[in-house]
């Protein structure tokens, strides 16, 4: 049992450059997240999904897109990358709303 | 919508002193309220929920939290730290309702930091 996985750990970007970050879980949780860590600000919901093909925005959700085709995958797309989305994302996932979150262990991306 | 105010960036604490750390909430509707904790550079861990019932909450590594809903409040706090408990602390919240079960809020974090 695995939990949450994010991959990559580390990714360094050129400005304008798109890539996706990959989430996976195996727990068979219904709702997914991601979130960006950036010093003083806390998390910030990026987008979410309550379950298979269904997502919606979070409260920075420009410049991402996801899609969920399966419960187990929700990847995160970054369009045109931008030196403002040099950050710390998680990934996280939960069975339902009464339920802690069970978080994966971070992608630190650096756009130059 | 919903969102979560912890007062205080960061909160210097001598060890074995009490500490308590600040977070409002606001929401239309009820919800369900998490504090986790982060440790250099580590993933969250969660630390105490409040889902209902008793209004006050406890860690098994004594924290404890009190839910107020008429001040929306859910305060942490600690009778005696360590220097172990160093580390981020975030509040967060989450509604009950179908059309906010999705939604998980943090506030933005209280780093304690505790000196011998």
């Known amino acids: 049992n695995a939990g949450v996985t994010q991959t990559p750990k580390f990714q360094v970007l050129k400005t304008g450059q798109s890539m996706t970050l990959q989430c996976a879980q195996d727990?068979?949780?219904?709702?997914m997240s991601w979130y960006r860590q950036d010093p003083g600000m806390g998390l910030r919901l990026i987008h979410y999904?309550?379950?298979?093909?269904?997502?919606d925005q979070g409260e920075v959700p420009n410049g991402y897109n996801v899609s969920r085709s399966t419960t187990e995958d929700f990847p995160l797309r970054l369009l045109s990358a931008a030196p403002s989305q040099t950050s710390v994302y998680f990934c996280?996932?939960?069975?339902?709303?009464?339920?802690?979150?069970?978080f994966g262990q971070g992608t630190r991306l650096t756009v130059v | 919508a919903q969102s979560v105010t912890q007062l205080d960036s960061q909160v210097p604490v001598f060890e074995e002193a009490p500490v308590e750390l600040r977070c409002n909430y606001s929401?239309?509707?009820?919800?369900?309220l998490f504090w986790y904790v982060q440790y250099p550079n580590q993933g969250l861990q969660l630390l105490l929920k409040?889902?209902?019932?008793?209004?006050l909450v406890e860690s098994i590594n004594g924290f404890e939290a009190e839910f107020n809903k008429s001040q929306t409040s859910f305060h942490l706090r600690k009778p005696s730290v360590h220097i172990s408990d160093t580390a981020e602390y975030f509040c967060?919240?989450?509604?009950?309702?179908?059309?906010?079960?999705?939604?998980?809020?943090f506030g933005s974090g209280t780093q304690v930091v505790v000196t011998p």
């Open positions: 409040y889902l209902s019932g008793s209004t």
């Open positions: 996280a996932s939960r069975p339902d709303p009464s339920t802690e979150a069970f």
């Open positions: 929401s239309s509707v009820s919800v369900y």
């Open positions: 999904s309550v379950g298979a093909g269904i997502t």
């Open positions: 967060a919240v989450s509604g009950v309702t179908t059309d906010s079960w999705g939604k998980l809020q």
């Open positions: 727990m068979n949780h219904e709702y």
